[in-house]
């Protein structure tokens, strides 16, 4: 999983599947082991078998939790007996305790693209820090060259080394820079009572700019005279457009005008791992994140709380910031195999307001994660508190309601379609 996000992050021309933590099992065992990854820069390392240790102990933890808690679960929420049901109740627990798979899991991912987009994917990662993405690189190469050979020639060639020189120097002169700017800083850890979400910057005069840019498409004014328009209109005669350019949207697939990608906003998260890799598919928006971490705390989700199931996975997570605690200062990039999906990790996301109301309206659906549906929700709210009349208008089908079989709607309906179509393997 790991590996993947360096993948994953080259967002242009690319468009990347990967297996889902939220309805698949993850421990199957394969020849009598689980399905991790095992960097050899680790196995011949001093911590090895601590590595080892910790890691089978996750998912021994999530291999125990993720089965004995559906028929608690089934108490809770007792529905019916349908396979939806039964489904979405399967769903609910990987979601509970997917919080305990470490970065080192393996997962199946596919990617399309364009030529263009894979060079400079396999020019990049070429240069990763971890020797299991360069090793992908490799074969990816490999792979591409056996049918697009003369698309992808600039990602090994002269000009390919050249271009990872330029990032290599690059990076070793702002490491040099910023490790004595920020060595007196100390650090940020206390989470417990701070915002997950920070709206950190934003277009003061968005309103103004919004209508004179609807005004522009439809009129033969220059942008500067309908921009002095708009800021003279008054307040009803703005609502009045924007009412009329927002208010015809019948669901949250009629997306709203161009107009809304003219003005920017800024947050900075702090959320668990696994919001983190769901917000980052996005690929409208753009992202920046730390490297992954252990040190900022944990989530740990109140319904194994609720269920008597605390214990233990807190007793797994907590080795995992142990281990992750020792590796850091002699291994820092491999320690991030040791990063739990609950652990808290910041990053900064900025995006138009249109890519914002296509977040927000997607991620707060009823069968989002609840994790991530917070964190929709939030930027949603502080938008619409720094622009009111259109923040209302845009946010038109943010879900602030609260679920507690997220799945159970849309599992019905995939249900129902396969029972009309005949499709066989549903209940699987």
Not at 84 to 93: D, E, M, V
Not at 154 to 181: C, D, H, P, V
Not at 203 to 226: M, P
């Amino acid at each position: 999983m790991l590996a993947s996000k360096s993948i994953e992050e080259h967002r242009i021309g690319l468009s990347p599947v990967e297996k889902s933590t939220r309805y698949v099992y993850f421990d199957k065992k394969i020849d009598g082991e689980y399905p991790f990854y095992k960097d050899e820069k680790i196995l011949k390392s001093s911590f090895r078998k601590e590595f080892l240790t910790t890691t089978n102990q996750l998912f021994d933890t999530y291999s125990k939790i993720v089965h004995k808690i559906q028929p608690v679960l089934k108490k809770v929420f007792p529905v019916d007996n349908s396979i939806a049901y039964n489904f979405s109740i399967r769903a609910k627990a990987c979601d509970l305790v997917r919080g305990l798979l470490p970065l080192s899991a393996l997962t199946n991912m596919g990617v399309y693209g364009n030529g263009r987009a894979f060079e400079y994917l396999i020019t990049n990662l070429l240069n990763d820090p971890l020797e299991e993405v360069r090793v992908i690189a490799q074969k990816m190469n490999r792979e591409l060259r056996k049918v697009i050979p003369a698309f992808i020639k600039r990602a090994t060639n002269e000009k390919g080394e050249r271009y990872r020189k330029f990032i290599n120097r690059t990076e070793e002169e702002l490491k040099r820079i910023i490790s004595k700017t920020t060595e007196n800083l100390g650090k940020d850890v206390n989470l417990v009572k701070r915002k997950q979400v920070k709206l950190i910057s934003w277009d003061k005069n968005g309103e103004e700019t919004i209508i004179a840019t609807i005004l522009f498409e439809r009129t033969t004014l220059s942008f500067r005279q309908v921009l002095k328009k708009a800021k003279s209109m008054d307040r009803k005669k703005r609502e009045k457009i924007l009412k009329a350019y927002l208010s015809f949207r019948e669901n949250r697939h009629h997306k709203p005008g161009r107009a809304l990608e003219e003005i920017y906003f800024s947050f900075e998260i702090t959320a668990d791992w696994g919001v983190y890799k769901d917000l980052m598919r996005h690929r409208l928006l753009t992202r920046y994140r730390q490297a992954f971490t252990n040190e900022l705390g944990f989530w740990i989700p109140e319904e194994l709380k609720l269920t008597g199931f605390e214990k233990d996975y807190k007793k797994a997570a907590e080795q995992a910031v142990e281990l992750y605690a020792k590796m850091k200062s002699k291994m820092p990039i491999e320690a991030q195999y040791s990063v739990i999906h609950a652990a808290y990790n910041r990053f900064y996301l900025k995006m138009n307001l249109r890519e914002a109301v296509h977040l927000c309206e997607l991620r707060s659906a009823p069968q989002g994660h609840p994790n991530y549906r917070k964190v929709a929700q939030e930027i949603a709210d502080q938008i619409i508190k720094v622009y009111p009349t259109f923040g209302k208008l845009a946010f038109k089908f943010v879900d602030y309601q609260n679920y507690h079989l997220e799945r159970l709607s849309a599992f019905k309906k995939l249900e129902k379609k396969s029972k009309k179509f005949g499709v066989k393997g549903f209940e699987e």
